[in-house]
């Protein structure tokens, strides 16, 4: 039986799709799906990561909802979360002024877009000293005559660290990703919108929350889920650097739990109940974002 010259086509391409896919299929059933089930089966078990695991069921979640430390690591997580509003409005009215030819835009843009270049592990370097209780800001203020400038460490308390911690990540380092981000969204704007605002009569705020956020309302919601992502699945290099989750547990969240008692603890089995719990986490994110994804493309 022959098949037509245009099916034959079309079987051919699809072929060559196949075979140009499959490396990275197997890369990604190799790296991602295996481990990610290896880590469901691990949380059924008591492991050490040496000894052969013991199968005990769903003790470990168990053990992990009865746990105080679970509970403070959502707590903190749901903290991080309120700072998203902020860390998205943020770089977008930053974006939407360097947009409209702020004198000096790109030394602002630069400086912006420098925490997001040194990383989270070397910015919690360098704020670990810039914070501390014999860091400069403590001395400027002692210079300055300022009463009790000993006692004015963020990190030293839990509701300022938790409080500090969000900020510095959410706002703070996302911030040049944001503006860069914004930018690139808003160039894409039709110019006449603008235009016909002028010849309405609309103001700066009034072309901002008319004209510029109903024109990258995708944009928008794609920054929010990412930033989402970030804060449940991103901070470890942040917090391991600047607080270890402390003071007590006031910068605990589950991705740092996770390290603590894998590799600290030894208790991989329930580290890795820990992990299935952000995994479930990062899948319902996820799917709000490809539900965002597709709801823009049918625009």
Not at 127 to 147: A, H, M, W
Request: charged residues 15%.
């Amino acid at each position: 039986m022959q098949f037509p010259k245009r099916k034959r086509s079309c079987m051919d391409e699809t072929l060559d799709a196949w075979i140009l896919i499959l490396p990275l299929l197997l890369l990604m059933a190799l790296f991602t799906a295996l481990p990610t089930l290896s880590n469901f089966y691990y949380s059924l078990t008591k492991w050490n990561g040496i000894s052969k695991p013991e199968f005990i069921g769903f003790e470990n979640y168990f053990r992990m909802f009865a746990d105080s430390r679970f509970l403070v690591s959502l707590k903190n997580l749901g903290i991080m979360v309120l700072y998203i509003p902020l860390g998205v409005f943020v770089p977008l009215l930053i974006a939407s002024l360097l947009r409209g030819g702020l004198p000096g835009w790109g030394v602002f843009r630069s400086i912006f877009y420098l925490p997001n270049i040194l990383g989270p592990v070397l910015l919690g370097i360098l704020y670990s000293v810039i914070f501390s209780q014999i860091g400069p800001i403590t001395e400027i203020l002692k210079r300055l005559g300022i009463p009790g400038a000993e006692s004015f460490y963020l990190f030293g308390k839990s509701l300022s660290a938790v409080n500090a911690m969000a900020f510095l990540f959410v706002i703070w380092i996302r911030l040049g990703f944001g503006c860069i981000y914004f930018l690139s969204a808003m160039s894409n704007i039709d110019a006449s919108l603008y235009d016909a605002a002028d010849v309405d009569g609309a103001n700066g705020p009034q072309k901002f929350f008319h004209v510029t956020i109903p024109s990258i309302v995708f944009s928008i919601q794609f920054c929010t889920v990412l930033a989402f992502i970030e804060v449940f699945a991103r901070m470890y290099g942040l917090i391991f650097t600047l607080t270890r989750g402390g003071p007590g547990y006031a910068t605990y969240t589950l991705e740092f739990a996770i390290y603590n008692l894998s590799f600290r603890a030894m208790q991989k089995g329930y580290a890795s109940a820990w992990a299935v719990a952000l995994f479930f986490f990062c899948a319902i994110i996820a799917l709000i974002q490809i539900r965002l994804i597709r709801k823009g493309g049918m625009k």
